[in-house]
């Protein structure tokens, strides 16, 4: 059974950092892609950020130059660094791991709450 363990969700203030790590367990499974998608309410969920085979990585645009995507295969940990935060950067956020040969998992979502 796959396990996806997030942490470093909160509430800050506009202008401040956060890091959201989130950590795949329970398989033998190659790692083609992991990403971070967000949901705020009334809204649909949308990408953020993805890292891809070779460190490829994509962003939202309207994250881009705040947040950063990487990754540590060895540990099957992906982190989020978002700097610069804003109020409507407020949402839920869920880590999506993509499986080589296998369907992706989600994770259970952080709250992360930009607020004054």
């Known amino acids: 059974q796959v396990q996806l363990v997030e942490s470093g969700g909160g509430s800050v203030q506009p202008g401040g950092s956060l890091r959201l790590s989130c950590a795949a367990s329970?398989?033998?499974?190659?790692?083609?892609?992991m990403g971070w998608y967000r949901q705020a309410p009334g809204k649909e969920r949308e990408l953020v950020a993805r890292?891809?085979?070779?460190?490829?990585?994509e962003y939202v645009d309207s994250v881009k130059g705040r947040f950063t995507i990487s990754r540590d295969n060895a540990k099957n940990t992906v982190y989020l660094q978002m700097n610069s935060l804003k109020s409507e950067d407020t949402a839920v956020y869920y880590c999506?791991?993509?499986?080589?040969?296998?369907?992706?998992?989600w994770g259970q979502g952080t709250q992360v709450t930009v607020s004054s």
């Open positions: 999506k791991v993509e499986w080589r040969f296998y369907p992706s998992s």
């Open positions: 329970g398989s033998r499974r190659s790692i083609a892609a």
């Open positions: 890292i891809g085979s070779g460190d490829s990585t």
